[in-house]
């Protein structure tokens, strides 16, 4: 999922709405991840337009 995000097409953005509508992401691990390689803020904004109603 992180690598998807990090990539930024359309079409990754719509598996990970997918993934985390559908209850089989992982939070936790992905924010840790994400935090490993500075894609928090990035996330933050993505949650923001896409997975917030």
Do not use: C, N, Y
């Not at 999922?1 to 598996?15: C, E, L, N, P, S």
């Not at 992982?26 to 996330?43: G, T, V």
């Amino acid at each position: 999922m992180a690598i998807a995000f990090q990539t930024g097409r359309a079409k990754d953005h719509a598996r990970l709405v997918m993934f985390v509508d559908a209850g089989i992401a992982d939070m936790d691990r992905l924010r840790d991840i994400l935090a490993r390689h500075s894609l928090l803020d990035a996330w933050a904004k993505f949650e923001k337009r896409f997975l917030q109603p």
